[in-house]
């Protein structure tokens, strides 16, 4: 069985002061969840503040990006020595990244195997365009994207892999992914690659979550598929309202 996992990516969202009044919104509701892994992503800037008001809870910190290397001249960047002193996860390779900040497949790449060095379990997020989906090309695109981005990882290391389905056209749209589409790619085509890579026993192990525009209403559509283990939640996450029942959907 593969414990529910829901992680909020707050984004270029919160301001210290804003983040620590979010986190006492959100803390009561979220505590008396049981049955389900609760990940915060807040800005580098706020994860010491919320990685404080978690301490002695079961929610853990991710971050939201790192760079590969340990340290060195690399101005702006944090490395995830820096990451693994505050946070379990690290969410790698979203697709704004891929879209702004110009990631690839090889240097997300660089980034899972620097999460895997470090002891930090890396969120792999892959997902197709607009126009590769009206191509007909998500399957292609899906598995290029694992196929690169885990080249020579040995997963067995991690303990707790994430490969988060993110259709770049359902990232903060309101248009979500029909939950059957969901389970579908997550299930026929992600799961069944990295069976193909690793095996089918590690595969029926890695939890896969969906993301992109999940919202309290239709959290629990997501979660009722075989296939799909939790959510990567973006913009409902900054809200209390839309976050805590999503966490409880995953409960069932
Ligand atoms: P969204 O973002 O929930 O706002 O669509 C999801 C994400 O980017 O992880």
Same mark, same amino acid.
């Given at each position: 069985m593969r414990r529910p996992f829901v992680a909020g990516?707050?984004?270029?969202? =919160?301001t210290v002061a804003e983040a620590r009044a979010l986190m006492v919104e959100l803390l009561p509701g979220l505590m008396a969840i049981q049955g389900v892994e609760i990940v915060v992503c807040p800005p580098f800037t706020s994860i010491l503040p919320v990685a404080a008001a978690l301490e002695g809870t079961s929610i853990c910190v991710g971050a939201q990006n790192m760079h590969w &290397? &340990? $340290?060195? *001249?690399?101005?702006?960047e944090i490395s995830p020595t820096m990451i693994a002193e505050f946070c379990k996860y690290v969410i790698i390779g979203h697709s704004e990244r891929r879209a702004y900040?110009? &990631?690839t497949n090889l240097t997300v790449n660089r980034k899972v195997r620097a999460a895997i060095t470090y002891g930090l379990n890396p969120i792999l997020c892959v997902g197709e365009t607009l126009s590769e989906n009206e191509a007909g090309l998500t399957q292609e695109i899906v598995i290029q994207q694992l196929k690169e981005g885990l080249? !020579? +990882?040995?997963?067995? $290391? +991690?303990a707790s892999p994430i490969i988060a389905y993110e259709p770049v056209w359902a990232i903060g749209t309101g248009r979500a992914a029909t939950s059957e589409d969901a389970n579908h790619v997550i299930g026929d085509i992600i799961r069944r690659e990295l069976g193909q890579i690793f095996g089918d026993n590690l595969a029926q192990e890695v939890r896969i979550l969906y993301g992109g525009s999940v919202k309290a209403t239709n959290a629990g559509e997501f979660f009722s598929?075989? #296939? +799909? #283990? !939790?959510a990567l939640v !973006? !913009? *409902? $996450?900054? =809200?209390p309202f839309e976050f805590i029942p999503i966490v409880k959907a995953a409960v069932g």
């Open positions: 990516n707050w984004k270029m969202f =919160k &290397e &340990e $340290s060195g *001249a690399y101005t702006g900040f110009g &990631e080249d !020579g +990882i040995d997963f067995t $290391s +991690i598929q075989v #296939d +799909i #283990d !939790g !973006g !913009g *409902a $996450s900054l =809200k």
